[in-house]
Structure formats: C-alpha cells, structure tokens
C-alpha cells in the first residue's frame, strides 16, 4: 500500500514520511516546485502542477495509477479542501487520509483545554483548595510536558499543581533531574507563581545512577544511557522551556549542598548566575534511589525546608525497591505534629509541614 503525500514540499510532509515508514508504508512525495528540498525525504518523489491548475487532476490520476497510490495525505489546508470536495467524483478509489489540517489543530486545542479543566479539578483535590491556575496554563503544562522523556506521572503533575501555588516563597530545589521531565513543571508552576528560584541538582553521571538496592535487570538498565547525552537532552528542554530564575549544578548531592548552602548563587554557563534564597519552598528527591542514598539526601537537603514546605519522596511506591518508601516513612514519624498533610499522587508521596 502506497501513500502520496501533496504537496511534500512543507515541513510537516517530511515529518508524516517518517512516520508513514515505521508503520512498513511506502511513501511517494509530490510538490509543484521544481526543486522541492524534502524530495529526498520519499521512496520517490514527483513533480505535479499546481492545485488550480486545469490539468491538476490528470496529472493526479495519472501518478495514482503509475504508482499504485491507495492513499494520500496533505498537511496543506487549501490543498485539503480541494480534495475533500472534489476526490468523491474524480478519484473515488483514493483515500483522503485525516481530518484535515484546521480540523487536527482545532481538535489538539479542544482535547488539551479539555484536559487542562479536568487537571484543574484534579489539582485542586490535591491542593484542597480552589486551583488559581487558568485551564488554559494546565493544559499547555501537560501538552509540553509530554514532549519531555521522563517518569512523571499525570497525577503527580496535577498535585504539583495543587500544592505549589499556596506554597511558602523559597527555593525549588530538585535532587535526579534526568531529561528534565519534572524539572520543567517546578520551574513553570513555581515561576508562574512566583514562589522562587529552581534549582536542579544531577551528576548525570552512569557510576552514580546504579541503584545496587534494585533488582539487576534496574541496575543495568543505567547502563544503556550515553550520560553526556542525558545532561545534553536536559539542556535542550530547559533552556527551551524555562522561566523566572533557574539553574542547575552538575554534581553530586553532597557537593552541591556545600555550593548552595556556602555561596547562596548558582552560575552556569547555559543560565547565568542565579540568586538563590538559600531555604527551600519545595524539595523534590529523585536521586538514586538505594535507601542510602535517599537518607543522605533527605539529611542534606531536609532541615533547609521551611514552614509551610512541601518534601517530594519520588518512587514512594516503586515496584523495584523500597528506598524512598522507608526514608519517607521515617521523616513523617521523626516529623510528627510538624506535618500537616500527607499524601501519595502519582507514585510520590507528598509532605506538606505545618506553617
């Protein structure tokens, strides 16, 4: 089965010719240029003239039949038009694959501002108050996020929207940050809020990554990761999608306490010197997760949460060790009457202390 892509001159035609390939299609590009800069890009390519012209639909048909076309797909929006109309009676044996592309747009946007307003209800479940957030900013949240690899369950995402926006003026401070998938929503939340600097904390490092508490097949799936690659992958998300103030230290935990609780600045050469507040608002931890290794970090980072903070254990529930868990279990009780609220979204379990 062989799929025209008209005209195959615009971006978004390269882009579907990929993905028409994974899915074992054949693929045939045609534009109405002389020298089309995507023609490499197709399993052949065409010239065919331009949509009004009189002998378009000869041309057309001529090409279906030489190339034995069943489908065709344009992500140009007068070309589409012409098409919906007009195949019917002229090529009904070709398929016009999609709803269009106003149609898909408009589809994207009603689908994201229905999800925004759902997330919204969500958030504020977890928030237990009224969200203050627009649905419009909830649903562009999680359309980028999902642009981003990460671990960061939905959930998880909305009760960082319930809980930052009412949180103490402070520090957001993140121990794991991997491609950045949860780095992005602190930032944004906590920027759109103005409750403080982010700083993301990561030796994106493959020695380190190892969490020997875990079952092998764990231990060695760090392995599989070009760790200079990971550290490139977060830059290329935040310096595209950060806001406010942030910035990040690529190195262990325990040296990155030292930098911030000694020089209250963090420079790097992506984002510049940031002025941090030296306590922390909200404190994410999704480092290594050995039960060691979450202990240290709680030990470090713990005690500079203020009043009315929030502590993030991620992986709280992990099906691959418990670490998080029994770190997370032993602050609440060491906590005691100093927590106001705990909670499990998303997989993290959530502790506000009380103001």
Request: net charge negative; glycine share 10%; with cysteine.
């Amino acid at each position: 089965m062989t799929i025209l892509v008209f005209p195959s001159a615009l971006e978004a035609a390269a882009i579907f010719a990929g993905e028409a390939r994974q899915w074992g299609r054949r693929v045939v590009g045609a534009s109405s240029l002389d020298v089309d800069p995507n023609a490499a890009a197709f399993d052949a390519w065409t010239r065919l003239p331009f949509i009004g012209a009189p002998d378009f639909f000869d041309a057309l048909d001529a090409l279906v039949e030489r190339e034995q076309i069943t489908d065709l797909f344009t992500p140009h929006a007068p070309t589409f038009h012409l098409l919906e109309q007009t195949l019917p009676t002229r090529l009904p044996g070709l398929k016009l694959l999609g709803p269009g592309p106003f149609r898909r747009q408009m589809d994207r946007v009603v689908d994201a501002l229905a999800k925004g307003r759902a997330g919204l209800a969500t958030a504020a479940a977890y928030g237990g108050m009224p969200s203050t957030l627009p649905a419009e900013f909830v649903a562009g949240l999680l359309a980028q996020v999902e642009t981003i690899h990460g671990e960061c369950a939905r959930d998880k995402i909305l009760a960082i929207c319930g809980v930052v926006p009412s949180a103490p003026k402070g520090d957001i401070v993140e121990i794991g940050a991997l491609f950045g998938k949860s780095s992005y929503v602190l930032n944004r939340v906590g920027g759109y809020c103005g409750v403080g600097a982010t700083l993301c904390v990561d030796p994106w490092n493959l020695g380190l990554s190892v969490q020997t508490d875990a079952p092998t097949h764990i231990q060695q799936a760090s392995s599989g990761w070009d760790w200079d690659v990971v550290y490139a992958g977060f830059l290329v998300s935040m310096l595209a999608c950060v806001t406010g103030d942030f910035n990040y230290l690529r190195m262990t935990s325990e040296d990155a306490h030292e930098r911030y609780v000694r020089d209250r600045t963090v420079t790097s050469r992506e984002f510049g010197t940031t002025l941090m507040a030296g306590s922390i608002s909200v404190l994410h931890l999704d480092g290594n997760h050995d039960e060691s290794a979450v202990a240290q970090d709680f030990a470090l980072w713990g005690p500079l949460v203020v009043p009315g903070g929030w502590i993030i254990f991620d992986d709280y529930n992990w099906p691959h060790g418990d670490g998080p868990r029994k770190v997370a279990d032993r602050a609440i009780a060491a906590y005691g009457s100093r927590v106001q609220r705990s909670f499990v979204a998303g997989g993290a379990m959530f502790v506000n202390l009380t103001p």
